[in-house]
């Protein structure tokens, strides 16, 4: 069973994303909020599995309340999932930044939705990479790499690997490329969360292009 939690300021958004999820293949809403606030305290009451979590709201933002829930240990098998228009880039890169694991569009097709919601329950990074990587591509495009003392802590193969993550590779494809196994792939992308402190790929791909280890276009 995947427990879900809707948070947006609109009645019927929120409305109309219970409806669609509740009750279908094993999801179950177990409650809904109307600010980051309350989705703060929410997620401490029910512990979901995933917050459907909107951008723009009243009290406290989305972002706000994505970085208090990502940042407290105590939902640490909590995923966050934002909910956003086109018109919101800016918004979501910073909300991949606090934690958030990944995105979708508030026009996505129903099934669209349900299978965000178990991908991310799964600990999958949402949407797929390549489309992180075009997100944030837009984003940093024009802007000057910030340098990162993070970046100093990784191996020149940790570097390679998370190359390749920013330009939307699996691990299959990165084994296939270094002459790896997918299992020593995944390692590598592993240990490079944990120098790094990145909660997901997500994350990883936001590093290699703010720090210009991977460049827009590239």
């Known amino acids: 069973m995947t427990t879900v939690l809707v948070v947006d300021d609109q009645s019927l958004i929120r409305q109309a994303v219970t409806d669609l999820l509740h009750g279908r293949d094993g999801v179950r809403v177990v409650g809904e909020a109307t600010n980051g606030a309350a989705a703060v305290e929410a997620v401490r009451a029910l512990r979901p599995d995933v917050v459907l979590m909107d951008i723009r709201m009243p009290v406290l933002d989305g972002i706000a309340a994505t970085t208090a829930i990502c940042s407290d240990p105590a939902n640490v098998d909590t995923r966050v999932l934002i909910l956003t228009t086109f018109e919101e880039d800016d918004y979501v890169v910073s909300a991949l930044r606090a934690g958030a694991s990944g995105f979708i569009g508030k026009g996505s097709e129903p099934e669209d939705i349900l299978r ?18 075009s997100l944030i591509s837009r984003v940093v495009r024009g802007r000057s790499p910030e340098p990162s003392p993070e970046i100093e802590l990784l191996t020149e193969r940790e570097r390679e690997v998370l190359e390749f993550v920013a330009r939307g590779r699996s691990n299959q494809d990165i084994a296939a490329q270094l002459f790896i196994s997918p299992h020593t792939a995944k390692t590598h992308v592993n240990r490079i969360m944990a120098k790094v402190g990145a909660h997901d790929r997500a994350q990883l791909v936001i590093l290699a292009y703010e720090s210009g280890l991977v460049s827009p276009g590239a």
Do not use: F, I, Q, Y
């Open 116 to 133: 965000a919601v178990r991908a991310v329950h799964a600990g999958d990074a949402l949407l797929s990479p390549a489309a992180t990587r």
